[in-house]
């Protein structure tokens, strides 16, 4: 949307440059003709006001342009807020508002212009056309003051809304602080081993280390989205609307399961690896219920360096675009960038695979959310349930359990990679 935004916004300034050069050229020659007659004074108006009415006419069509890139922008944020919770939702809310804004100052400034301007030209092809169209001039000249007013009132308002000047929406509170002491807390203070016995003590680092040396590179995960996209791993897979949830669900555990029809599984990270160990660089923070698209767009902007994924999103959806990408990272060194991603490197088959959280009463207010919870994103039936038959552990047995160490995983992996 940015990247549009630009390209839009850079041809605009070319043609409404060039409308101005000829405007100012077409008043030259309207004061040069004076004295040459009212047939060609009049043939010079007459070129003047097509060619300020050809101008207007782009114009209305760059409004409705930009006009319709915000409302994609709207939209993408409404999508948003249905699917994040927290911060994220209020960072989407807030820009939805700016962008709610935007529109509303950019078709008031429009429909200004376009008012203003229209009924100047009529005027002065009233002025040309002489007599027969006297009474309708003179009935325009007193709304011509007003409109004046308004199109300068109006547009000076979106000059000073668009450089910040006035009706800026204040951001929403920032966490910094919270999260800062929320970090604090996650390296400094004693971990869960604080309650445990020494014996314990020994099995809960042991798993921190199993458990962080399940790395993924950017070569697993753009081959694995290809698979996706040829639906010969989760027929279902829609990459506008599948979520992490969806593909945890319908790929990461089946392809994880033990090949044995009574056997359990592992972690899809250890199972691509062959249970090497693979201690990676960066440690992935997102939410299950977003796009799973837009994860990995986002860890491939990571690695090139790029500020936004959009784009990156749209070309791994194309045919043969993982491919392309996949070429394009391994000619630049980036295809074995290392990340830690809980979907991926957490034995899915040691907690969540057998079923869901439990069900909240019906007429609970989070019923609904925790029923969509089990559901496909795209088909809206219900997710299939793992029948392997390896123990579940949660926190009851913490020392055993992957799902309580993700911040003593951050720790270790701060120890392995201290300037990463």
């Not at 114009?59 to 939209?75: D, H, K």
């Not at 910094?176 to 309650?195: E, I, N, V």
């Not at 993924?216 to 897979?237: A, G, K, Q």
Request: proline residues 3%.
């Amino acid at each position: 949307w940015v990247h549009s935004k630009k390209s839009s916004s850079d041809k605009w300034i070319c043609v409404m440059s060039f409308a101005f050069q000829v405007n100012i050229w077409m008043t030259i020659l309207h004061k040069a003709s004076e004295n040459q007659g009212d047939m060609v004074k009049d043939r010079i108006t007459y070129v003047g006001v097509c060619l300020r009415i050809l101008f207007l006419f782009v114009f209305v069509g760059y409004t409705g342009l930009m006009v319709w890139i915000i409302l994609g922008g709207i939209q993408a944020l409404n999508l948003e807020i249905c699917r994040v919770k927290g911060s994220a939702r209020a960072q989407c809310r807030w820009a939805r508002r700016v962008l709610v804004m935007e529109i509303c100052t950019c078709f008031a400034s429009g429909l200004s212009t376009v008012g203003f301007w229209g009924q100047v030209e009529a005027m002065r092809i009233m002025e040309i056309s002489g007599q027969p169209y006297q009474s309708e001039r003179d009935s325009l000249q007193p709304w011509g003051s007003i409109v004046h007013c308004l199109y300068i009132t109006i547009n000076a308002c979106s000059i000073a809304m668009f450089s910040g000047l006035i009706l800026q929406i204040p951001k929403p509170t920032s966490d910094f602080h919270k999260m800062k002491s929320m970090l604090r807390h996650c390296t400094t203070t004693s971990s869960l081993t604080s309650s445990l016995d020494s014996s314990n003590r020994a099995v809960f680092h042991q798993k921190v280390q199993e458990i962080a040396g399940r790395g993924v590179t950017l070569r697993n995960l753009l081959i694995f989205l290809e698979s996706l996209l040829d639906h010969s791993v989760m027929p279902s897979f829609d990459p506008w609307k599948s979520t992490t949830n969806d593909v945890v669900r319908q790929a990461i555990i089946p392809l994880s399961r033990a090949p044995t029809a009574f056997g359990g599984g592992s972690a899809l990270a250890a199972t691509w690896h062959e249970g090497r160990t693979v201690y990676p660089v960066r440690m992935v923070t997102h939410n299950w219920s977003n796009n799973f698209v837009h994860l990995v767009a986002a860890l491939v902007a990571e690695a090139m360096r790029v500020d936004t994924y959009e784009k990156l999103a749209e070309t791994l959806t194309i045919p043969g675009g993982p491919q392309s990408t996949l070429a394009y990272l391994d000619s630049e060194g980036l295809l074995d960038m290392t990340f830690w991603i809980c979907a991926f490197s957490i034995n899915q088959h040691a907690s969540i695979c057998g079923g869901f959280a439990a069900e909240p009463a019906q007429d609970a207010g989070n019923w609904r959310e925790w029923d969509r919870s089990t559901r496909d994103s795209v088909t809206k039936e219900k997710y299939p349930i793992c029948k392997c038959s390896q123990r579940k552990i949660f926190n009851r047995e913490a020392d055993l359990c992957e799902l309580n160490k993700f911040d003593e995983v951050m720790r270790f992996l701060h120890g392995i990679h201290p300037h990463a």
